[in-house]
């Protein structure tokens, strides 16, 4: 773990960076790890919010898949973030070396961790976990797209042929529904680990990983219809 050392002068002015007890040149901008994942978190509500203003059907579909995939982005930051702190409190280097793999499903990273801590499983983990694998595979072929030619007929007295045509997925996230109950289920893997953790109220939780205000694990089950 790198170590940096501030030496300012009488002034409070920084005057030279050490990492690890050698200069350091460059510059350091330093935060809280949660931080790495609440910004996409919140860039996914963001986008979900603006969504909800705007009419014309392409920029809804770029709000839209934006949500999407900063959802998921976050899901899989805060994988990698809270189970690296939860290995380092078991001491479990299974844990840690799980986390490096980059081979392999979140939702089955997700099942693994779970399992290898003394917290789970999860309320309705066979179920969640599911949802988190179809959402995830949803981002795959989004993320690398594959193109079929596809051709089309305008029937009538001249028929009117139009090729190089492509059914694009895309246009799925012009739906608000399917955008907010995708951000949704991946707040709620977010709940069921913290409740699993030990956490009664989990507001403090979600608002500390999630950047949400005031998020209830009663608000998220009410949104997606779920016990």
Avoid at 32 to 54: G, K
Avoid at 75 to 87: D, G, K, P, S
Avoid at 143 to 165: D, E, K, Y
Wanted: net charge negative; aromatic share 8%.
């Amino acid at each position: 773990m790198p170590h940096y050392v501030f030496e300012s002068d009488d002034g409070g002015n920084i005057v030279r960076i050490l990492k690890d007890n050698q200069p350091h040149d460059q510059s350091v901008h330093l935060e809280q790890l949660y931080s790495i994942v609440t910004i996409y978190f919140r860039l996914a509500s963001e986008h979900l919010a603006r969504m909800v203003s705007l009419q014309e059907c392409n920029a809804r579909r770029c709000a839209g898949l934006q949500s999407f995939l900063m959802g998921l982005t976050g899901l899989e930051a805060f994988t990698n973030t809270f189970f690296q702190l939860r290995a380092q409190e078991l001491g479990s280097e299974e844990m840690i070396a799980r986390i490096a793999k980059t081979h392999g499903s979140l939702s089955r990273k997700i099942s693994d961790l779970v399992a290898m801590t003394p917290d789970g499983p999860l309320v309705d983990q066979e179920a969640l976990v599911k949802r988190i694998f179809e959402l995830s595979q949803l981002r795959h072929e989004i993320m690398h797209p594959r193109w079929t030619p596809s051709a089309l007929t305008i029937a009538g007295q001249v028929p009117v042929n139009i090729m190089g045509l492509v059914e694009n997925r895309q246009a799925m996230f012009e739906d608000e529904t399917l955008c907010r109950e995708a951000l949704l289920w991946c707040l709620l893997a977010v709940a069921r680990i913290g409740e699993a953790r030990g956490h009664q109220e989990l507001s403090g939780f979600m608002f500390h990983w999630t950047g949400n205000y005031g998020l209830t694990l009663g608000m998220i089950t009410l949104q997606l219809g779920i016990p």
